[in-house]
């Protein structure tokens, strides 16, 4: 039986993951659950798995559920969740969004754990620290993010060495095709229909501009330690192919399956083993033609901002990056900018940054905050409003 503590249990990724321990309850244990906000579905999950911790942002909320909830133990804020993260859980799914992550993957990979892990901000944000602790305890970071496991099992079996390249796929998102007028009044509403993906707000943002795209080329640089020009990115509308790895002979292994997130956070919960998947495999013939097209880096420049902000490694780019565009996401979604304000306020934050060199995780956080306060003090922001 694997206990698994999910940090970010009420959130997309989190409540898929229940629902797959659910379907294979001979198999893993709820050691741990947490939210921000939502106490209502945190106290659903603690009633239905008995988790022995959960954890909630805010000190009032964890008060009231310890009161509803006395064989569990209530913890509230960066330290409950940094607890949760490092104490008896033979596995912790990081499936926290934003850089509220940064901290507790750290102590879990202080930890020496196991770590199945979704939230990719804060491998961009401190990828290099997080991943010299990874390397110091012996813990180990599972990729969740669709791209990154089909990626994982592109490799297993192979050398590292004989890898010419990595091919990240990506589905273009609502707006693949636009061009850059026709994205300027592009709205919340129609940013959140994603075409093959449901997901929470940020990432479904993230896929209509593009960036989650560039954070996925951070995220590979770290997971698979490759040099971003190794990192390729093409556009797969039917999101069939989860990603590729080309071998030096010329030999391209891909990953295949339907776009369901339950494929790869399975696949990482379960490492070695692969649950059983009754909804059936891909119909081929029923789909015809799979297809790829080059992105289109001249109206979506996100990704050629994250290749900017990693080229020179180690430096703070990635944060600015990474805290510019949460803070500016945000702002979209309140209807504050636009769409296109998000991609050139990040290259603003990043041209206005002077890079520094081994920032600690102290040193990240405070980068971190000082970049969303100017974004959410800056006036000249705020005159777009829809
Ligand atoms: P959601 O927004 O749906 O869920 C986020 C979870 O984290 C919720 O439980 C939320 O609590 C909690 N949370 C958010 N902010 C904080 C905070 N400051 N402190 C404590 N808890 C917090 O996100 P997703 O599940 O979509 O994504 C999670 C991560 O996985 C992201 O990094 C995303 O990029 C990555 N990912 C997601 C995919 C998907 O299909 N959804 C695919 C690939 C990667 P509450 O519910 O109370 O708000
Ligand atoms: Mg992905």
């Known amino acids: 039986m694997k206990r698994i503590a999910i940090l970010g249990s009420t959130g997309s990724i989190g409540t898929q993951a229940l629902e797959l321990i659910q379907e294979n309850s001979g198999k893993f244990e709820v050691f741990a659950v947490s939210c921000e ?18 954890v909630a942002a805010d000190e009032k909320d964890a008060l009231l559920l310890s009161r509803k909830h006395p064989g569990t133990e209530i913890f509230f804020g960066a330290k409950g969740l ?11 799914l990081n499936a926290l969004s934003g850089t509220s992550g940064l901290v ?15 939230n990719k901000e804060t491998l961009v944000a401190g990828g290099s620290i997080i991943m010299k602790a990874v390397h110091g305890s012996g813990a180990a970071l599972l990729p969740v993010d669709s791209e ?23 589905s273009g998102g609502p ?13 919340p509403e129609q940013a959140l229909r994603h075409p093959r993906w449901n997901m929470g707000r940020k990432i479904t943002v993230d896929s ?15 997971l698979f330690d490759m040099r971003p020009e190794m990192i390729d990115v093409v556009v797969h509308p039917q999101s069939i192919v989860h990603s590729m790895v080309e071998y030096c002979d010329g030999a391209v292994i891909a990953q295949m399956g ?18 059983e998947n009754k909804a059936g495999g891909v119909d081929f013939a029923e789909l015809g033609s799979l297809t790829f097209e080059k992105p289109d880096e001249g109206a979506f420049a ?67 905050k000082e970049i969303r306060e100017g974004i959410g003090n800056d006036s000249s922001l705020h005159g777009n409003s829809a």
């Open 37 to 54: 906000k939502n106490t209502s579905l945190l106290s659903e999950q603690i009633e239905k798995f008995k988790p022995q911790i959960a």
């Open 82 to 92: 940094a607890l949760a993260a490092s104490a008896g859980a033979d596995m912790v």
């Open 104 to 118: 507790p993957t750290y102590e879990a990979a202080k930890a020496g754990k196991v770590i199945a892990f979704a």
């Open 148 to 170: 990154h496991c089909a990626i994982w099992q592109c490799l297993l079996g192979n050398s590292p060495r004989e890898v010419r390249r990595l091919v990240l796929t990506a």
């Open 175 to 187: 707006f693949r095709g636009y061009s850059l007028e026709e994205l300027k009044n592009a709205t």
């Open 208 to 222: 209509a501009t593009m960036m989650n795209k560039g954070l996925e080329i951070i995220e590979a640089k770290w």
């Open 258 to 275: 339907k776009p369901d997130m339950k494929g790869p956070i399975g696949y990482a919960l379960a490492y070695p083993e692969r649950l």
């Open 302 to 368: 996100c990704m050629r901002l994250a290749r900017q902000a990693i080229k020179d490694e180690g430096s703070s780019s990635p944060v600015v990056l990474n805290a510019a565009n949460e803070a500016l996401v945000r702002l979209f979604l309140e209807k504050k900018i636009g769409f296109l304000d998000i991609q050139s306020n990040i290259e603003r934050a990043l041209e206005a940054h002077t890079p520094v060199y081994g920032l600690d995780i102290d040193g990240i956080l405070e980068l971190d």
